[in-house]
């Protein structure tokens, strides 16, 4: 290292390296499945940086924590995309998905979410799925149509 550079974390933020080292933390929670680390990723579930909530379901969902549905449930009008999508995949490992938890996330304004929504209709309990590919089929969106054509074409099979 030249006497002009510097470490990267030098002149980042503490705010930013703490949250860093948070999401780091649930990261380890996550990959070696820490259960005793439950508890601190149930609170890192209401914490301001959306990156941190992100990894906080996500390590729950590894954790396969007996209350799972509800958890993701309760983050699925999270505002911040990566959070809502994590809840979404947390909700399909509980096996316990309905079209209804789908329903108002295939009409939200962020495409990513409306196709995340639309993939996993076939996952998902309940009435409602048919109408929801109907109207995905006509999405402003191709990513979001060409979700929803496997989807619909299943429905008509049945």
């Given at each position: 290292?030249?006497?002009?550079?510097?470490?990267?974390?030098?002149?980042?933020?503490?705010?930013?390296?703490?949250?860093?080292?948070r999401?780091?933390?649930?990261?380890?929670?996550?990959?070696?499945?820490?259960?005793?680390?439950?508890?601190?990723?149930?609170?890192?579930?209401?914490?301001?940086?959306?990156?941190?909530?992100?990894?906080?379901?996500?390590?729950?969902?590894?954790?396969?924590?007996p209350?799972?549905?509800?958890?993701?449930?309760?983050?699925?009008?999270?505002?911040?995309?990566?959070?809502?999508?994590?809840?979404?995949?947390?909700?399909?490992?509980?096996?316990?998905?309905?079209?209804?938890?789908?329903a108002?996330?295939?009409?939200s304004?962020h495409?990513?979410?409306?196709?995340?929504?639309?993939?996993?209709?076939?996952?998902?309990?309940?009435?409602?799925?048919?109408?929801?590919?109907?109207?995905?089929?006509?999405?402003?969106?191709?990513?979001?149509?060409?979700?929803?054509?496997?989807?619909?074409?299943?429905?008509?099979?049945?």
């Amino acid at each position: 290292m030249t006497e002009h550079e510097q470490p990267r974390t030098s002149n980042a933020d503490p705010h930013v390296r703490e949250d860093l080292r948070r999401g780091a933390a649930l990261q380890i929670i996550r990959h070696r499945q820490v259960t005793e680390g439950h508890q601190a990723a149930r609170a890192a579930l209401d914490d301001d940086d959306p990156a941190v909530r992100a990894a906080a379901i996500s390590a729950l969902r590894a954790l396969a924590i007996p209350d799972l549905p509800d958890v993701a449930r309760a983050l699925l009008h999270d505002p911040a995309e990566e959070v809502t999508t994590r809840a979404v995949w947390a909700l399909h490992d509980s096996s316990d998905m309905t079209v209804a938890d789908l329903a108002p996330l295939a009409s939200s304004p962020h495409p990513g979410l409306r196709v995340t929504a639309i993939d996993h209709l076939r996952y998902a309990v309940g009435p409602g799925a048919d109408e929801l590919l109907s109207t995905a089929l006509s999405d402003e969106k191709p990513a979001v149509r060409r979700t929803a054509v496997p989807g619909h074409r299943i429905g008509n099979l049945m």
